[in-house]
């Protein structure tokens, strides 16, 4: 492991499901982390896994070589880095500021101009794979920005993930993330919609699911969601809040650019119908319950499977400081 003082110092802002464990595994990998996140209690948690809490932005990036944001939204985005309290204003010309939330590609490119104004130098790199990808280092991270920055940030992005591609210029790497979304959604729709189909047709799931996982329906949805489906438990690792978010970047960024996505138009619809139905707060897997819904199932939950009205809300920390 190289030294703390060999490796760049770095400002981690967003401390929530996938934020902290993100952090935690830069610490682990030798790197210095100051972190700022608006729940006392994420701080207490940076403090605990060896990070040093900071009290704001400005005392965050203060010295630091290289900026991370890993926060819900755009707004979220453009409230930490612009303005007088912000990012732009506090880092040293020649920072590199990785953005990695799930914003539009338009929020990226708009952030690299103002950041190149100041001489900051900006990446968008937003990942994919969950908070068991955050915690296991394994993420897929896809990143639009120049490459001389890819490249320098290329060694961080090796700890947080196993998958790291450039994809083009500023924007790109949300394009990608839109696209992710897109497929990931849809997956979890035509599996959920497996999943009600196979047991109302009295197949045994399990056995169903084993067999299908071995064929061309496998993916890394059905494998990585296979024990929410069966047990109908719902922790949010990537919640339908969230994905009902990246599916409007998903719907205005194609129609911007004239692409037609007539499964995507009507699967954002369904995760937006499942958020206004009150499971917002769940893992995007909890489709499943909509798919239920619209077949008429009554589901009663017996000892050790909860439903997701039995599951506590995330909490505004995870909403605050989420991928």
Known sequence: MLSPSSLPRVA??????????????????????????????????LAAVGGTPAGSVAAAVRGADVVVTMLPASPEVEAVAHGEHGVLAHAAPGTLFVDMSSVTPRTSVELAEAAARRGIRVLDAPVSGGEPGAVEGVLSIMAGGERADFERALPLFRVLGTTVVLCGPHGAGQTVKAANQLIVAANIQACAEAVVFLEKSGVNLEAALDVLAGGLAGSAVLSRKRHNFLTRHYPPGFRIDLHHKDMGIVTDAARAVGAAVPVGAL??????????QGDGGLDHSALLRGVERLSGIERTYGAGQPSGADQPPASSEAGRARR
């Open 267 to 276: 699967v954002a619809s369904l995760v937006a119908a499942a958020r206004a």
């Open 12 to 45: 981690w802002i967003g401390l929530g499901i996938m934020g902290l464990p993100m952090a935690s595994n830069l610490l682990k990998a030798g790197y210095e982390v100051t972190g700022h996140t608006l729940e006392q209690a994420g701080l207490d948690r």
